[in-house]
Structures are given as C-alpha cells and as structure tokens.
C-alpha cells in the first residue's frame, strides 16, 4: 500500500509513523486516512503545524504491555499477551474499549486507540482516547476459565486505570460477563467501589440502553442525513453486516424507523431474508444460546443462508439502499464497493471501527455515495459510555428514555458538526474530511492550551 500525502508537510508526518512503527498495516491505515483528509484545516490553523500537534497525536502517550498468566478447567498454565494503548488525554480522562479476540496486536489496538481520540472529541463530553485488551479468545471457553482470565488481566491492567485517569469499555469479545469479572477484580484490588469501567451490569452501576447504543446511534445518524435531503429510513432497505451489539441495534433501530433489514452476517456466512430479518428469533441465537447465524434458516424457512470464508463479504452483494458494516475492519472491500454501487446504494454508515478499505472509501465517495465514517456515525456507544461515567460520578441511574433522548441529541450534534466542517473547507457532504477536522480541532486547541508535554 502506498502511504503518500500529497501534501508535503503532512507526508512528512506519515513517513515518521511508517518508520517509527514498522509492521503496523492497521495503524499505517487509519493515521493515512485522518491525514489524507485534514490539509484544507493547515491554512486555517497555522498552529497546528507550528506547534507540531500531529507529531504529538500519533504518538501514544503510554503504551502498556504486559503477560496474563492463567489455568485453564485441565489444570494447564495459559498464557496471553494483555495491552493498554493510551493515546490522547488533552480533553479527558482516558477512554475506549478492550478487545478480547485472536487476532488482537499493537497495530490493531494502535489503529482503535487513535480513532478513537477524534471519536470522543466529536461526542463533545470529556474523553481523552484509548484502547486495549488481549489476545485471548472467549470463545470456546467456560465461565470459569474466562474468569480466570479476566481476573489475572485486571491484577495488572489495575494499576494504570481509575475514574479520572482511564475508564476502559467493552470492545469484541468483552460483553458484560467479561466486565463484570474485571470490575469485580479491580474493587477487591483496590478497596473502592468506582465508576473505573463502563458496560456494567444495570445492579451495579450499569446504564440503561448502553447495550443498544452504538446501533440505535448509527441509524440516529444516518437518519440526520436523510432529514438534511427530506428522506427517511421508511421503505428502505438495508444489508447490515455482523451480528453482535452493533447490529442487532441498528437493525432493530431501522426497522422501527420505518426500513426493512434483509441482511445479517458472522464470520461463517451470511443470512438473507427478503421479508425482513426477524430480530427475535436473531436474539435468541446470539444473546442468549450464543449461537452461529447460520441457524436462523431453520427458525425462518423462507430466508437463505450462504457460507462464505471470505469474511461474509458476499453480502455486499445484495442491492440495498442502504449498507451498514458493523463486523470488524476492512471487511469491505473495493469489490464489495463496486457490487454495492452497481446495485444502487445511496448510504453506507460505518457501524464498526474502520470496516471499509480506503480504496472502497474513494470509490464510494466517487460514486456519489454519502459515506459516514465509523469515528463520526458509531460513536454512541462511547457517548453513552460517557454518560453512564456521568451517572456514577452523580450516584444516580437514568431511565431508558433519559438515556436515549440523550444519545439522540449528542448524535444530531455530531452529523451537525460534521456536516456544518465540511462545508466550512469547502468539501461538502464529505463527512471522512468533516469529522477528522472536527475532532481533531478540539484536541488541537486543548493540546495548545495545556503546553508541550
């Protein structure tokens, strides 16, 4: 892949993360994505490059590694490899994911921690950028092994969090049972019960509609969209890939909103169902059998299902109005691109962390499709992240309706201000460019405050 910026001063920049941080695809992609992006804001804030805030933003501030050691139901020592990225903390205390999964590294968590600095700037609440977890794989294992894990991880990752420092979430992998044994373990650590993780349990200082944030916000910004051109979701239809949080949310949002979701996928295949996906029956195969979407055809006899080793990206191929990837990164491809722009596709919304290639993003963006990036149009889950740190710092609990309304108004804000950047630098409708430059002023400008540390 050839990491070139046009503009020489920002090229300059990404030949440093190159060389600085060698072997990282992930990381080299994201960073060549924001600074692709951002060269129209250089004249306008001279600063930025005086100050030299971009060398600063690519360099994590800590970068935490450190081994997990645990027993498995045999009897055998397990090992794994535990991590905290913590990027960015000029506008709050640190904050983002863990990410329990095989294919977890410094590049991929490096990637996440820091899209997710211009992510929690866009929120507009107090969030500085992090990310974390392991290479540990929950799938496959009991309740006590995960456990086993999450306690050994929490005896280390301990001493670099807390509710002012850094408040580590739920990510792929890390559900509520897998925060509730870390935040378990953290208050028998350290004799104190505190806000110090988010994604808890609604009996010990959970939110309410935490779990349906990130979907319901992504089709709350989608549905700005839509309003700014007198549309609606009503008689559209959408292809949503994965089948975790994110998408059954989004498609449960969608349908209320008036669209019918014919598509869900896994990493196995992917289910088509032309009279809409029956989000009960997609409930009670992943939340509470924990099961493979595959399973859904033999519930509902009239939808398809096709195995796909390809990442489930021949979803892609089924003609939508609307395509929601909210699987995992790069998952969809220039192919999938081509196939969906063929069939007509008017939106694509990021649901996930970076799940389209930068040579889909162009040809989308080419093809006249609105394209929302995952740092702007998922970024309720984080929000409602951070108001649910808001409820634990105030001993209260919201109702669902609070919460929503809540999420709703801050993912209106964002489309607004992303939208409302965009057309200030002159590159209208290009919501990547907008949100990059929204996110990152507000960094700049605190960065500039706070002197060079």
Known sequence: MDYTVSNAYLNSVMQGVIKKNPNEPEFHQAVFEFLSSIEPVLAIRPDIQEKQILERLVEPERQIMFRVAWVDDNGKIQINRGYRIQFNSAIGPYKGGLRLHPSVNLSILKFLGFEQIFKNSLTTLPMGGAKGGSDFDPKGKSDNEVMAFCQSFMRELYRHIGPDLDVPAGDIGTGAREIGFMFGQYKKIVNEFSGVLTGKGLSFGGSLARTQATGYGLCYFVNCLLKKHNDSFAGKTVVISGSGNVATYACEKATQLGAKVVALSDSNGYIYDENG?????????????????????????????????????????????????????????????????????????????????????????????????????????????????????????????????????????????????????????????????????????AMIAQGVI
């Open 277 to 445: 996906i029956n989000l009960d029956v997609v409930k009670q195969i992943k939340e509470v059998r924990r099961g493979r979407i595959s399973e859904y055809v033999k519930e509902v006899h009239s939808a398809k299902y096709t195995a796909d080793e390809n990442g489930s990206k021949g979803i892609w191929t089924i003609p939508c109005d609307i395509a929601l990837p909210c699987a995992t990164q790069n998952e969809l491809n220039l192919d999938s691109a081509k196939a969906l722009v063929a069939n007509g596709v008017k939106i694509v919304a990021e649901g996930a962390n970076m799940p389209t290639t930068l040579d889909a993003t162009k040809y989308l963006q080419e093809n006249q499709v609105y394209f929302c990036p995952g740092k702007a149009a998922n970024a309720g889950g984080v929000a409602t992240s951070g108001l649910e740190m808001c409820q634990n710092s105030g001993r209260r609990s919201w109702s669902f309706e609070e919460v929503d309304n809540m999420l709703q108004g801050i993912m209106e804000n964002i489309f607004t201000n992303v939208d409302t950047t965009a057309e200030k630098v002159g590159m209208p409708d290009n919501y990547v460019a907008g949100a990059n430059i929204a996110g990152l002023l507000k960094v700049a400008d």
